[in-house]
């Protein structure tokens, strides 16, 4: 697959040297610093780092998955795949969901037409529509439709086309009581059809027109291809606008989306029927890292729905809020201000989260030491869930300022929690994160970060030197993946990736085979080939605009590449002492038996002697 005609599809490139530079189409850019590699059939941005091959690109691009995007490729190039053997159940399941596919877009044609063909569909459903100001292009990009108000209207229609009463069911269409008893599920109601992210329709979201009808909206139920928790409302819609925008806009109900859409505002989805879940955050967050939640004007509502911002900043995402007046929710208020002021509206409303809920509950918390302190557990609960330690430190000192309470008092109940959550995080067996650094956190805790961060840096810089060296020699007949395999005999990787990558090198000399970094991008998973595609592009290729502009030489590391290993391997040994040294310690304190004691600070001994030696070689001193 030529990566060149990939990328040029959504990206227009322009030549400079070997390589090919346009504006990122994932950040956003004035002056180009996304590349195009078609000798290695990579991609690579010096903004925002992403990187990868054909494939990832348009798994990124697109959002798809990395079945979806292969799919996506073969298609557009005519290319054959093969899929692999599949069993039997797999190949089932497969053409299940395959044949939902075909029935639930049948049946979204079938109500489209019905609300411009059919009378009932157009007096009442049209009228429906343009009551609220639906013009007529967004009932055709939602897709929107009627369904009559029959028992059967339109099973009747589908069991004639052949389609089988047991798949509508499984679709959700049709239900079938015991006794033989059926009819169609939407009846009498306009249609939202819920897309996936690559625009199949996986379900109906249906409200009714009648007044004394229940419940007013009615949806599809959970199937093989729909699961609620999953999808979003209009993300389908909105991908390309939330890219462009690093934003996306979280309403409440079908409505509240189409609305903004009306207003010229078409990065918004909803999460309907559900409050908010990991995935769906995770979705959004494959387009962007900012989400603006936009509330309802009540205050009961807004407390409820506290717990789902939490999750979101526990993600990583940054969170503002927007709140609108009493009584009014967005597409009510978009409806009544209009398309400018609307957005004029947002702009000046909008507020970063914790300052929002400091003014939420300082409010109340005014004259009220009670209401303070629980004021003050709110807010620091909610800055401890994010994981940039940066912004949390942040948010401690502004909140200190608003709710007129010295910082210090707020620290020490962000490190309760804090720490409260690493035991249990120790407690469920999980490592901890390697690479966050938490000024906060106590020093103990800290001490073991360190390690971990320099143990992973210096795998980093092993796993870089035999991707981009492996294969040059130091000797006659000695290259450099030899050396390190020889000196990385005992040691193992703490870094998943990293050990994945090292492991597969092994293997491959253990069979004989060439493993290089062309291998790995080819056969590896996706998150080896990002991996690969960052280590063997960082600092050897220098962007041409410095080069231009700059006149930055960068100096062959080949030119000393013996030194530079051997430095590499004995740092990552020190590290790897220093770290059971400190590991030692604490086993020490804790136990009680004399020879159990002898035993450890006799290992104590061993690995002091061995960082002594290792600081040595090193050049670096270090007191007796
Ligand atoms: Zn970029």
Redesign the pocket.
Known sequence: MDIEEVVSDFVSLKRKGQNLWAC?P??D?KTP??SVAPHKGIYK?F????AGDAISFVEEHDGLTYIEAIKYLAQKYGIEIEETESSPEAAQQQSERESLYIVLNYAKNYFVKMLSENDEGRSIGQSYFRERGFAEHTLQKFELGYSLDQWNAFSKEALANAYSEDLLEKAGLLVRKEGGKKYDRFRGRVIFPIHNVSGKVVAFGARTLKKDDKPKYLNSPESEVYHKSKVLYGLYQAKQTIRQHDNCYLVEGYTDVISLHQSDIENVVASSGTSLTTEQIKLINRFASNITVLFDGDTAGIKASLRGIDMILESGVNVRVVMFPEGEDPDSYSRKLGTSKFKKYLANNVRDFISFKLGLFSKEAENDPLRKAEAIKEVVSSISVIPDPIKRAVYIKDSSKRLEMDESVLVAELNKLLIGKRQKERKADQPPPVTEEDPIASVEESKKHDHNSLIYIQERETIRLLLNYGHQELDEDYMLYHYLLDELKDIKFITPIFKTIYDIFQQGHNEGRVVDSQYLISEGSAEIKKEVINLTTERREVSPIWHDKYKIYVPHEKDSLDHTVFQNITRLKRNIIQKLIDENKENLKEVSDMTEIDRLLDIQKRLKESEMELSRVLGIVIPK
């Open positions: 990122c994932f950040h850019e610093s996304f941005c903004g925002c780092g992403r």
